[in-house]
Nanobody
Framework: QVQVAESGGGSVQTGGSLRLSCTAS????????TAWYRQTPGEQREFVAS???????NYADSVKGRFTISRELRKNTVYLQMNDLKPEDTAVYYC???????????WGQGTQVTVSS
């Protein structure tokens, strides 16, 4: 049974930083690609950033220059470093792990990020 878990959320003031972690565990939890998404109440889940096994990176325009996605393969963990946070970054952040080409992805339970002005 593969499990995906996010951690690192919390409450910060505008301009603050947080680092989110996404760890996959269980049989078959190899790394192919990981993406972070976020969602606010009443809105659709939106893409934030992604990283592939080929070290290709992609970011939403709204977070470019402020967020950095990285991975630590020996820990099977992907990080999302979030700097210069803004109130509009407030959301539940979800991690989606893709373990092989064609895999639809496994989601974590989400972690809340709240940025106050």
């Amino acid at each position: 049974q593969v499990q995906v878990a996010e951690s690192g959320g919390g409450s910060v003031q505008t301009g603050g930083s947080l680092r989110l972690s996404c760890t996959a565990s269980g049989k078959g939890s190899s790394f192919y690609a990981t993406a972070w998404y976020r969602q606010t109440p009443g809105e659709q889940r939106e893409f934030v950033a992604s990283i592939t096994s080929g070290a290709n990176f992609n970011y939403a325009d709204s977070v470019k220059g402020r967020f950095t996605i990285s991975r630590e393969l020996r820990k099977n963990t992907v990080y999302l470093q979030m700097n210069d946070l803004k109130p509009e970054d407030t959301a539940v952040y979800y991690c989606k792990q893709i373990f092989y080409p064609g895999h639809s992805g496994s989601w974590g339970q989400g972690t809340q990020v709240t940025v106050s002005s």
